[in-house]
Nanobody
Framework: QVQLVESGGGLVQPGGSLRLSCAASGSIFRLNDMGWYRQAPGKERELVATITSGGSTNYADSVKGRFTISRDNAKNTVYLQMNSLKHEDTAVYYC???????????????WGQGTQVTVSS
């Protein structure tokens, strides 16, 4: 069984910063792409940022220049550093990882439980 556990959400003022973490654990043979999505109230889930196992990154236009995704392959952990936060960044943030467990020859996308980020003065 593979699990992804997120941490680091909370309440922050506009212009502030937060760092989200997401650690994958369990019977992991290989972990390919990891990333973050978010879902604001009444809106569809949207991609925020992705990172390959080799470190190549991709960002939504709305967060470019403000958010940075990184990962520690030794710890099976992905991070999202969020700076210059805006009201519109308020959402539940979900991490994912494309995982191949030891028990399978194929990859499956696993999701974290979500962490709330609220940007408010």
């Amino acid at each position: 069984q593979v699990q992804l556990v997120e941490s680091g959400g909370g309440l922050v003022q506009p212009g502030g910063s937060l760092r989200l973490s997401c650690a994958a654990s369990g019977s992991i043979f290989r972990l390919n792409d990891m990333g973050w999505y978010r879902q604001a109230p009444g809106k569809e889930r949207e991609l925020v940022a992705t990172i390959t196992s080799g470190g190549s990154t991709n960002y939504a236009d709305s967060v470019k220049g403000r958010f940075t995704i990184s990962r520690d392959n030794a710890k099976n952990t992905v991070y999202l550093q969020m700076n210059s936060l805006k009201h519109e960044d308020t959402a539940v943030y979900y991490c994912y990882g494309d995982v191949r467990p030891y028990s399978s020859s194929s990859f499956t996308r696993k999701w974290g439980q979500g962490t709330q980020v609220t940007v408010s003065s």
